[in-house]
């Protein structure tokens, strides 16, 4: 959109300056002071713009924002330059010298990101990325709830995973008497337990078929990458342990450290069990979701092996009182 209104606004430039020699005679572009603060003025919002586009960079690691922060950090001496340089002087080289700097890098990052993701999306995706590290330092649960659904347009099959499994989870919390404070961060932690995937590339989460070994390998680095993520963000930091060890097990066959049994917090022990339920009668690009029942006998078969077992039962007294969840 913002590409589409930029080509009708430079043809609506030039057929007016074509048509109409002097429109912009009356325009006080040789008034000093106006020189001064269209300069002020650009110099200052490119440098907002590269100290925003590198938080966002510093949090979701995405080429794209890389590209935007360095080719705005190269932007920021233009405005100067045209303002106190002269024409064949060392400024005026170095002028254009930045100006094609900035927009080889730029491409060069949107590169990487089409070729990294295997979608055009992408530029899109680092382009928007807001600054999530300010907004959930002040702590708002409107940006908490802006960021899970950041999370969940990464992957468009799973859409609704992020807050069903945060119901299941708040289920079995209420069924094993945790205490506000603890349903609170757990909570919080379901919600954020997949928000590592900012960073994974939009091919594989889409991917209609079986990954790879190696493509299973970059998937499982959402637990790393989730934790370091919560890790810089205030808010989110009492989760962060949460996030990386929803995907434990208790015979150590879990993801990232192997931890086994009570080495597990409980409850990332708690979010494990309503993910699992939840991924299995949750269609995939590769595969249809399982039946209630059948996903409950898998969630017997998993209890004290691989599952807690006082969450696998929390979570089918809680279906069995309150009926079978909607259907994914």
Same mark, same amino acid.
């Given at each position: 959109?913002?590409?589409?209104?930029? %080509?009708?606004?430079?043809?609506?430039?030039?057929?007016?300056?074509?048509?109409?020699?002097?429109?912009?005679?009356?325009? #006080?572009?040789?008034?000093?002071?106006?020189?001064?603060?269209?300069?002020? =003025?650009?110099?200052?919002?490119?440098?907002?713009?590269?100290?925003?586009?590198?938080?966002?960079?510093?949090?979701?690691?995405? @080429?794209?924002?890389?590209?935007?922060?360095?080719?705005?950090?190269?932007?920021?001496?233009?405005? @100067?330059?045209?303002?106190?340089?002269?024409? *064949?002087?060392?400024?005026? *080289? %170095?002028?254009?010298?930045?100006?094609?700097?900035?927009?080889?890098?730029?491409?060069?990052?949107?590169?990487?990101?089409?070729?990294?993701? +295997?979608? &055009?999306?992408?530029?899109?995706?680092?382009?928007?990325?807001?600054?999530?590290?300010?907004?959930?330092?002040? +702590?708002?649960?409107?940006?908490?709830?802006?960021? %899970?659904?950041?999370?969940?347009?990464?992957? %468009?099959?799973?859409? +609704?995973?992020? =807050?069903?499994?945060?119901?299941?989870?708040?289920?079995?919390?209420?069924?094993?008497?945790?205490? !506000?404070?603890?349903?609170?961060?757990?909570?919080?932690?379901?919600?954020?337990?997949?928000?590592?995937?900012?960073?994974? !590339?939009?091919?594989?989460?889409?991917? @209609?078929?079986?990954?790879?070994?190696? /493509?299973? /390998?970059?998937?499982?680095?959402?637990?790393?990458?989730?934790?370091?993520?919560?890790?810089?963000?205030?808010? &989110?930091?009492?989760?962060?342990?949460?996030?990386?060890?929803?995907?434990?097990?208790?015979?150590?066959?879990?993801? !990232?450290?192997?931890?086994? +049994?009570?080495?597990? #917090?409980?409850?990332?022990?708690?979010?494990?069990?309503?993910?699992?339920?939840?991924?299995?009668? =949750? =269609?995939? @690009?590769?595969?249809?979701?399982?039946?209630?029942?059948?996903?409950?006998? /898998?969630?017997?078969?998993?209890?004290?092996?691989?599952?807690?077992?006082?969450?696998?039962?929390?979570?089918?007294?809680?279906?069995?009182?309150?009926? &079978? #969840?909607?259907?994914?």
């Amino acid at each position: 959109v913002v590409a589409a209104w930029g %080509v009708v606004a430079i043809a609506a430039y030039i057929t007016v300056s074509f048509t109409i020699e002097d429109w912009l005679d009356g325009a #006080p572009t040789d008034d000093r002071a106006v020189q001064y603060a269209i300069a002020l =003025s650009a110099t200052v919002l490119f440098a907002v713009g590269a100290w925003r586009y590198t938080q966002a960079y510093v949090f979701a690691r995405l @080429p794209g924002q890389a590209a935007m922060a360095c080719a705005l950090v190269l932007l920021v001496q233009v405005p @100067p330059i045209l303002l106190w340089g002269e024409v *064949w002087y060392v400024s005026w *080289w %170095v002028y254009h010298a930045a100006y094609a700097a900035a927009f080889v890098v730029l491409l060069a990052g949107w590169g990487l990101e089409v070729r990294r993701a +295997g979608s &055009l999306k992408a530029i899109a995706d680092a382009l928007a990325m807001r600054d999530a590290l300010a907004a959930l330092n002040r +702590g708002r649960d409107r940006d908490v709830l802006e960021l %899970v659904d950041a999370i969940e347009a990464k992957d %468009v099959a799973t859409l +609704g995973h992020v =807050s069903r499994v945060s119901s299941y989870a708040l289920a079995i919390g209420k069924r094993l008497s945790l205490a !506000p404070q603890d349903l609170r961060e757990l909570v919080l932690a379901a919600q954020m337990h997949d928000v590592g995937k900012i960073g994974v !590339p939009d091919a594989l989460l889409a991917k @209609p078929a079986a990954l790879t070994a190696d /493509e299973y /390998e970059i998937i499982k680095q959402h637990a790393r990458r989730g934790f370091e993520i919560a890790e810089r963000v205030d808010a &989110l930091r009492p989760v962060a342990r949460i996030v990386r060890a929803h995907h434990e097990r208790l015979d150590g066959s879990g993801y !990232p450290d192997g931890l086994r +049994g009570e080495e597990i #917090p409980l409850l990332a022990r708690i979010v494990a069990v309503a993910d699992t339920y939840d991924a299995m009668t =949750s =269609s995939r @690009p590769y595969r249809a979701a399982v039946a209630h029942d059948a996903a409950c006998a /898998e969630l017997l078969r998993a209890r004290g092996r691989t599952l807690d077992a006082g969450c696998v039962d929390a979570l089918l007294a809680w279906f069995q009182s309150e009926g &079978l #969840p909607r259907a994914a």
